[in-house]
């Protein structure tokens, strides 16, 4: 893999090309090269999901000086979501670099979007071992705060059980309940599967990197499979 590629889209050159390559190693990959010397991007995600954060929480907290900590905190999950973050790393192309086993090459759906969500914060953990805060935050600001100003004009920020419920109650006269349906991957870095129910219609199902994060998504996708979006 010419990792130097992924440098000069970005104009991006890491001093320490073992971390760059590591960013985009998926562990499905080592288990299927077991020679390779080097770890999985678990840890570097760990790391960027910390910094993407902060970088995300200082930047709203000067934009909006007016606004309280739910409208921030809401702005902020928005941004750093599944989806979102899984849309800017294939705009940047990192779908054509990652590693993985010739299993979890073929799937192309859900479980890609999650790959890719998780390689952006491990590319910005690895940026920020490589070249510091700073560094990290110029990505970061380039590639995923310019979409701050849709995603609060659009209303994208909204809670989705809210509205979903609202809806719900409205149309059908029906209470959303949400149930896990399943739990994968590590304790540092489990991923949930979540469905909403109407009864027992199955209206929507969601993942994410929390309980409540797949209840969102569940939520919108109910949404969005009711037209009620």
């Not at 390779?36 to 954060?53: I, P, Q, S």
């Not at 999950?77 to 979890?104: C, H, P, Q, R, Y």
């Not at 990505?139 to 004009?153: C, H, M, R, S, Y």
């Not at 399943?182 to 909403?196: L, M, S, Y």
């Amino acid at each position: 893999m010419e990792f130097s590629k992924f440098e000069e889209k970005l104009n991006i050159t890491f001093k320490n090309k073992d971390l760059l390559m590591q960013a985009f190693l998926h562990r499905s990959y080592l288990n299927e090269n077991k020679g390779l010397k080097m770890n999985h991007n678990e840890r570097l995600e760990f790391l960027g999901d910390a910094v993407l954060e902060l970088v995300v929480t200082e930047f709203l907290y000067a934009k909006y000086p007016k606004k309280p900590e739910g409208d921030l905190t809401s702005y902020r999950a928005a941004l750093v979501n599944t989806i979102t973050l899984s849309n800017v790393a294939g705009d940047l192309g990192m779908n054509d670099f990652l590693l993985l086993s010739k299993g979890e090459a073929k799937d192309t759906g859900r479980a890609r979007q999650y790959i890719l969500a998780n390689t952006f914060e491990s590319f910005v953990g690895a940026l920020y071992l490589d070249g510091g805060y700073e560094n990290a935050k110029d990505f970061i600001a380039k590639n995923l705060l310019p979409l701050t100003d849709e995603i609060v004009e659009k209303g994208l920020w909204q809670d989705a059980k809210s509205r979903f419920q609202e809806v719900a109650q409205e149309k059908m006269s029906i209470t959303p309940q949400y149930k896990t349906v399943q739990e994968v991957g590590p304790d540092h870095a489990k991923n949930f599967v979540v469905g909403v129910y109407l009864g027992d219609e199955k209206a929507g199902e969601g993942e994410g990197k929390s309980k409540q994060e797949a209840e969102q998504a569940a939520a919108q996708n109910a949404l969005d499979a009711k037209g009620w979006a």
